[in-house]
C-alpha cells in the first residue's frame, strides 16, 4: 500500500514516539527556537491546503505573544491528524500533550506526515502536484482540484 493511502478508520500507530524528536537536531533545534515555522508546515499539511503556512504560523506566534494559549490551538491540528490517520491518543489527551511538551508534540507530528509520504517543507499544492503521500487522497487530487477531462 502506498503511504498515505491507508484507509480511513484504520488502526494505526504514531511512526515515532513523542520523544524521539531528539535523533533529527535540525527540525528539533527549528521548533524549539521558532515553533511557529513547524507549527505552520504542519497545519498546511493537515488542513489540505485551506489554511496556509504563513497563517497557521502567524496565527500560533499571535496567540503565543499575546495568550500564551498557543498550544490550545495547536493541540486542535493535532486533534485533526488523529482523525485522519486513526491515531491513538497517545500517551495522554491532546491538550496535555501540547501544553507539557508542545517541541516534541510538533515534531512527532512534523514526522508522521513525513512517515506518510507527505514533505511538509513544500506545502500542501506541490505535494499534491507530485503525488506525495498520494496527498492523502489515495493518489487522487482532493475536490476542486482535479483536472478536467475531455
Not at 491528524?81 to 491532546?94: F, G, H, I, T, V
Not at 507539557?100 to 510538533?106: G, K, N, Q, T, Y
Amino acid at each position: 500500500m502506498k503511504p498515505g493511502s491507508e484507509a480511513p478508520g484504520a488502526p494505526s500507530a504514531w511512526s515515532s514516539g513523542l520523544f524521539d524528536c531528539f535523533d533529527d537536531c535540525g527540525l528539533c533545534c527549528l521548533t524549539c527556537w521558532c515553533p511557529c515555522i513547524t507549527f505552520g508546515k504542519v497545519s498546511e499539511i493537515v488542513d489540505r491546503g485551506s489554511t496556509s503556512c504563513g497563517t497557521g504560523g502567524a496565527l500560533y506566534s499571535l496567540l503565543a505573544c499575546f495568550t500564551g494559549c498557543h498550544w490550545i490551538y495547536s493541540c486542535t491540528y493535532r486533534s485533526k491528524m488523529r482523525a485522519q490517520y486513526a491515531l491513538p491518543d497517545a500517551p495522554c489527551c491532546d491538550c496535555c500533550v501540547h501544553y507539557c511538551c508542545e517541541p516534541c508534540a510538533l515534531v512527532q507530528e512534523y514526522k508522521e506526515l513525513k512517515a506518510r509520504g507527505y514533505d511538509p517543507d513544500i506545502g500542501w499544492q506541490l505535494n499534491v502536484e507530485r503525488g506525495n503521500g498520494g496527498a492523502g487522497t489515495g493518489g487522487v487530487n482532493p475536490p476542486g482540484m482535479q483536472e478536467m477531462g475531455r
